[in-house]
């Protein structure tokens, strides 16, 4: 069994920063890429962050246009934890946030996008 879970959300003013934290435990093998989505009510769910790679020196980030100078995504190998530093916020970043990753649980097995409960961001004006 793998599991996500993510923490950190909350409310906050416009303005504001908050940090969102996302670790994977369980029956790990490899963590190809790890991201953040977001979904508002009545919107679709919308890509946030991704950050690829399991080499602890080299990733690549990508980033919705949206959030780009904003939000910064980092990972920590050791941890199997993702982030995401959320700042500037405003209240078009209220969403519920579901963080991701795409794990391998042994060597020979397939890659399985394997997806948090989320937690809710409220930015208040």
């Known amino acids: 069994q793998v599991q996500l879970v993510e923490s950190g959300g909350g409310l906050v003013q416009a303005g504001g920063s908050l940090r969102l934290s996302c670790a994977a435990s369980g029956s790990i093998f490899s963590i190809n890429t790890m991201g953040w989505y977001r979904q508002a009510p009545g919107n679709e769910r919308e890509l946030v962050a991704t950050?690829?790679?399991?080499?602890?020196?080299?990733?690549?980030?990508n980033y919705a246009d949206s959030v780009k100078g904003r939000f910064t995504i980092s990972r920590d190998n050791a941890a199997n934890t993702v982030y995401l530093q959320m700042n500037v916020l405003k209240p078009e970043d209220t969403a519920m946030y579901y963080c991701?990753?795409?794990?391998?649980?042994?060597?020979?097995?397939?890659?399985?996008?394997?997806w948090g409960q989320g937690t809710q961001v409220t930015v208040s004006t």
């Open positions: 991701v990753a795409k794990i391998r649980r042994t060597r020979v097995d397939i890659w399985i996008h394997y």
């Open positions: 950050i690829t790679g399991d080499d602890a020196t080299n990733y690549a980030t």
